[in-house]
């Protein structure tokens, strides 16, 4: 990034919106002065400067909370940034997820979001595997058997299709994203991957 094409303002800061990669989620809205920005190319961790000390602010510094960054995107007017994150534990000091976790009028969950979140709750219950789980249960029933569970799913979904009912095919549809999801998982494919694959075959083409 050419980092004279960001205008700083005249505290020598410039906002940064914190966006969840995976979802899009928006995490925190924090700022950065140059030498914040710089650290932050350079190392790919969230770095800020903070107003209240007056000194940089490395993300997880003391929580252990870091975020991964893997695109740093300026607006058009060149005044505001934006990170976009792979977030190791929580953004806020509350320990919510998001530092924005106060609706005021609540909207519904764009589907990106949702994915994520249910990706990253198989990775939580493959990593602790407690009683009771079914994801837990079917990682101890093996590949086969998860994979049993895609084709039988996907099958419930043609069924709902053929039957004309919009509510049975998001039901079945959802069982079997749930599933495939997990398969991902346990192959050792991330969101990123599949959405970097997903880009690469259907982004615009110039010409």
Not at 125 to 150: C, F, M, N, Q, W
Request: proline residues 4%.
């Amino acid at each position: 990034m050419d980092l004279e094409a960001v205008h700083f303002d005249e505290r020598g800061l410039v906002p940064v919106v914190v966006q969840d990669a995976r979802t899009g989620e928006v995490l925190t809205l924090a700022y950065a002065n140059r030498e914040a920005l710089e650290e932050t190319l350079r190392t790919r961790r969230s770095t800020f400067f903070s107003r209240s000390r007056q000194a940089l602010w490395r993300k997880g510094e003391t929580s252990g909370h870091t975020q991964e960054v893997v695109e740093v995107l300026l607006d058009c007017d060149g005044d505001a940034v934006v990170y976009r994150v792979l977030p190791q534990g929580p953004a806020c000091h509350t320990g919510a997820r998001t530092c924005f976790h106060r609706p005021l009028l609540e909207g519904p969950k764009d589907l990106g979001f949702v994915l994520g979140q249910v990706y990253a709750t198989i990775e939580e219950r493959l990593r602790t595997l407690p009683e009771g789980s079914y994801v837990a249960k079917l990682h101890r029933a093996g590949l086969d058997r998860i994979l049993k569970k895609i084709g039988e799913e996907a099958g419930e979904v043609i069924l709902a299709a053929k039957n004309g009912s919009p509510e049975e095919v998001c039901h079945e549809a959802a069982d079997l994203l749930f599933h495939l999801l997990l398969t991902l998982k346990e192959a050792g494919v991330t969101l990123e991957d599949l959405a970097q694959t997903l880009w690469e075959r259907h982004r615009p083409r110039e010409g």
